[in-house]
């Protein structure tokens, strides 16, 4: 690539870039120095075809010039990631020491994990002018969120724990943030909702339900009923962003329905599934609640509703440039859930599909509860790729009754 010789890194936007917008030819390939069972559940994806080799960076300390044997030759540049990227700092400058093509990835997964893109999600030739619609796709953790620009104000919807990042970006747009939305209470990452919702003496709505609810040191607004939300409408531009309630990956689960078009689905909708209803510990009880989500809420809406998520599990569902939405049409269609009509073979079903949810979650929420500080173990905390889609499609799929 040209003048990567001459750089001992990259930042994890150049990363980015390699992986969604490769502008220059050249080979290069991953190489992971992590630990066997860090690299084993996460690690760097992205739509460029990109070769993947994994050898711990102890190999290199115990044996280097073994370790630097064993590292392929005719791969090209060695892009090389640890946690933190100290480790892999000191793998690159022994490769190139030794000859070979190297950068580091600055920061690391951990940089990798709280990096995000806004992508500006296109409108439907009736709608351009009217607002914007905005995503923030975090690949490391593959969390989204969102941000509706209208007449001089937004709404920013699932924020993560880097308010600035949002107040930046509205500002530019020139707005300003009016209301903060959750579309649950996140298990797999720290919300700045509360924050982000006190810094700009904006309104804050969440919603737990059958349980704890959350105390943040703050008023939150009710999401009773069918609410409907309105942005800029002193200067000319109404539009609505009304609240569905759609109990089952937690009971306060609420989808918002922008324009009646583009479906801010949290976890319960995905472009591939369903969330996983289990992470409460109560998979029975909120499996059935998701079961009449989908039977009695989604299937009011059309099939052109845009369905935009708060996560995703694999780059294969974004776009190349890494925006993720879908049809509803097309994930009813291709959806195995969407097709059982009888509740218990739903639960069933559900139950069949998920698996031990980290135990990093269960703290996750209380956090989010306002109930504890994780303090400075917040990146840790966030380490690794989100786990909130039931995996039942695959299972059906596997045995065959997909």
């Not at 040209?2 to 936007?13: F, G, M, P, R």
């Not at 120095?33 to 070769?51: L, S």
């Not at 759609?246 to 949290?266: E, F, K, W």
């Amino acid at each position: 690539m040209a003048n990567s010789q001459s750089k001992t890194e990259i930042t994890v936007q150049e990363l980015y870039e390699r992986l969604y917008r490769p502008t220059e030819p050249g080979q290069w390939f991953l190489l992971d120095v992590r630990n066997e069972d860090e690299a084993k559940g996460w690690r760097v994806e992205g739509p460029a075809a990109v070769p993947y080799f994994h050898l711990p960076y102890f190999a290199f300390i115990d044996d280097p010039e073994a370790a630097l044997a064993t590292v392929p030759p005719g791969l090209g540049e060695a892009v090389v990631v640890c946690a933190k990227g100290s480790s892999s700092e000191f793998v690159a400058e022994l490769l190139r020491d030794a000859g070979r093509p190297a950068v580091n990835v600055a920061g690391g997964m951990i940089a990798w994990g709280d990096f995000h893109v806004p992508l500006q999600v296109p409108l439907n030739p009736a709608q351009q002018g009217r607002y914007e619609l905005w995503q923030f796709n975090r690949f490391g953790k593959g969390c989204l969120s969102y941000a509706v620009i209208a007449g001089g104000e937004a709404i920013v919807v699932d924020p993560s724990r880097f308010p600035a990042l949002y107040e930046d970006f509205v500002k530019a747009r020139g707005a300003r943030i009016v209301e903060v939305l959750e579309t649950h209470v996140h298990a797999d990452h720290l919300s700045g909702g509360a924050q982000l919702a006190r810094r700009n003496q904006a309104r804050y709505r969440v919603l737990n339900a059958h349980g704890a609810e959350p105390v943040l040191g703050m008023e939150i607004a009710p999401l009773d009923g069918d609410v409907e939300i309105r942005l800029g409408g002193a200067k000319g531009v109404t539009l609505s962003a009304r609240a569905l309630r759609t109990p089952g990956h937690t009971p306060g689960s609420t989808s918002y329905l922008v324009d009646d078009h583009y479906l801010l689905s949290g976890d319960t909708l995905f472009v591939q599934g369903v969330g996983r209803p289990d992470l409460g510990g109560h998979a029975e009880e909120w499996s059935r609640e998701l079961f009449h989500s989908l039977k009695h809420v989604v299937a009011g809406l059309g099939d052109e509703v845009q369905v935009l998520p708060a996560h995703f599990g694999s780059y294969e569902e974004a776009d190349r440039q890494g925006l993720v939405r879908g049809r509803l049409g097309t994930l009813r269609s291709n959806s195995p859930e969407f097709a059982i009509t009888d509740p218990e073979e739903f639960v069933r079903t559900m139950k069949a599909g998920v698996k031990e949810a980290p135990a990093i979650y269960g703290e996750i929420i209380k956090a989010n509860l306002g109930l504890i500080d994780p303090g400075d173990k917040a990146g840790e905390w966030e380490l690794g790729k989100n786990e909130c889609a039931a995996t039942a499609a695959k299972r059906r799929a596997a045995q065959g009754r997909a």
